[in-house]
């Protein structure tokens, strides 16, 4: 069973930045995908970021091109998102997702991913 553990999450101010880890354990990612999706209040989840394991090719949605970058460490099974310029927009709960049969086209589709971690709260202040 993969469990997915994240951290990093908080309250910063607007034009600060913030390191969000995710550390999957229970099997070693190989093939696949790992991603990033967030959750604000009455909204849905939506993409942020992925990463293809087998080449570390990244894919973010639009709103955080050149704000964030996501990165893996292979020896820890652990990948990374870099989030700089944060904006009062970006607060919500960030979920990471892993899944070892994701495709490019299904890369930013919630339903497309397997495993889930418990999420982390980030709040950016105006």
């Known amino acids: 069973q993969v469990q997915l553990v994240e951290s990093g999450g908080g309250l910063v101010q607007a034009g600060g930045s913030l390191r969000l880890s995710c550390t999957a354990s229970g099997r070693t990612f190989s093939t696949g995908a790992m991603g990033w999706f967030r959750q604000a209040p009455g909204k849905e989840r939506e993409f942020v970021a992925a990463i293809r394991w087998s080449d570390a090719r990244t894919y973010y949605t639009d709103s955080v091109k050149g704000r964030f970058t996501m990165s893996r460490d292979i020896s820890k099974n652990t990948v990374y998102l870099q989030m700089n310029s944060l904006k009062p927009e970006d607060t919500a709960v960030y979920y990471c997702?892993?899944?070892?049969?994701?495709?490019?086209?299904?890369?930013?589709?919630?339903?497309?991913?397997?495993?889930w971690g418990q999420g982390t709260q980030v709040t950016v202040s105006s």
């Open positions: 997702a892993a899944d070892y049969d994701v495709v490019v086209s299904g890369i930013g589709i919630a339903a497309r991913y397997d495993y």
